[in-house]
């Protein structure tokens, strides 16, 4: 788990190429982090509570901006919490794609790191997923509700087409403390 978004999400964004450390929230990726009536009202809206790392997340950044490096391998920017909504919502097109045939290919149980297969996921589980950023390179970001760790996290999801699928992660922090870990050693992709 992340205990310390801000910082988390700071000494990452001044590693970006042209980051200017005096431009605003983040090095001028971030907005202004939400508040929590933002927050509840989105929630309300959406009929459900959001896992407690995303929303750590949103009070930190109302909003993350890609690098411009990154854009070849990420998901997008991220939504503020007011343009958040289930991807069935936005990707109709997309999801219908993807329908036939999934689920006689779901694994017994979720896989993550290595060892999972993104072509193998729960298309119901695509349905009922939370859209947090827009469409990259035909890749987006999504929380799924259908699978809650015993913290209340949901699973994450780097979802694209050239996966082909879901990149599958126990939870927000995870997927982003892997973003993380990858553009360190490599020096490639963003947030």
């Known amino acids: 788990m992340i205990e310390d978004w801000q910082k988390f999400l700071s000494e990452w964004a001044a590693s970006f190429p042209g980051a200017d450390v005096g ?6 990726f971030g907005e202004e982090g939400a508040s929590v009536s933002e927050l509840l009202v989105a929630e309300d809206r959406l009929g459900c509570r959001l896992p407690s790392s995303y929303r750590s997340f949103l009070r930190v950044t109302n909003g993350l901006r890609q690098p411009r490096h990154a854009w070849p391998a990420s998901g997008g920017d991220y939504w503020a919490i007011q343009s958040v909504d289930w991807f069935r919502v936005r990707n109709r097109a997309w999801i219908e794609a993807y329908r036939h045939g999934r689920d006689e290919e779901m694994h ?11 072509a193998r996921f729960r298309f119901e589980h695509l349905r009922r997923s939370l859209e947090i950023s827009h469409d990259g390179d035909a890749c987006i970001y999504l929380l799924n509700p259908s699978v809650i760790d015993g913290d209340g996290e949901w699973e994450a999801w780097s979802f694209a087409n050239w996966h082909p699928g879901a990149v599958r992660y ?7 403390s892997e973003h993380r870990r990858e553009y360190m050693e490599s020096g490639e992709g963003g947030f």
């Open 23 to 28: 431009a605003g929230p983040l090095c001028g």
């Open 108 to 118: 017994e149980g979720p896989a993550y790191g290595d060892a999972q297969d993104s």
């Open 170 to 176: 126990r939870s927000f922090a995870e997927m982003l």
